[in-house]
Nanobody
Framework: QVQLVESGGGLVQPGGSLRLSCAAS????????MGWYRQAPGKQRDLVAS???????NYADSVKGRFTISRDNAGNTVALQMNTLKPEDTAIYYC?????????WGPGTQVTVSS
């Protein structure tokens, strides 16, 4: 079991930046991978970015070049730096942690991109 808590969401204008953080209740290297999904109203939850135990990263095509996932190798935190935000990035962002086929989820944090 793990508890995940996201922070850093909010309202930002198009072209702006936000940094999301996910704090885990246990060592992040216990997991096969961690990352972020997002869900917009009326849409399915989609993968945004992930980082595996070896440090390899993966991004959705829609965020490549704009978002960067990172981790605190000395702690229990994974972060998502989001730059050049667009209105279509508006969603609830969920942190996840995976061990084999088991996923743990945070409660989510709202990101709204609007002028």
């Amino acid at each position: 079991q793990v508890q995940l808590v996201e922070s850093g969401g909010g309202l930002v204008q198009p072209g702006g930046s936000l940094r999301l953080s996910c704090a885990a209740s246990r060592n992040i290297f216990d997991f096969n991978d961690m990352g972020w999904y997002r869900q917009a109203p009326g849409k399915q939850r989609d993968l945004v970015a992930s980082i595996n135990v070896g440090g390899s990263t993966n991004y959705a095509d829609s965020v490549k070049g704009r978002f960067t996932i990172s981790r605190d190798n000395a702690g229990n935190t994974v972060a998502l730096q989001m730059n050049t935000l667009k209105p279509e990035d508006t969603a609830i962002y969920y942190c996840y942690a995976r061990i084999l086929r088991h996923y743990s989820w945070g409660p989510g944090t709202q990101v709204t991109v609007s002028s």
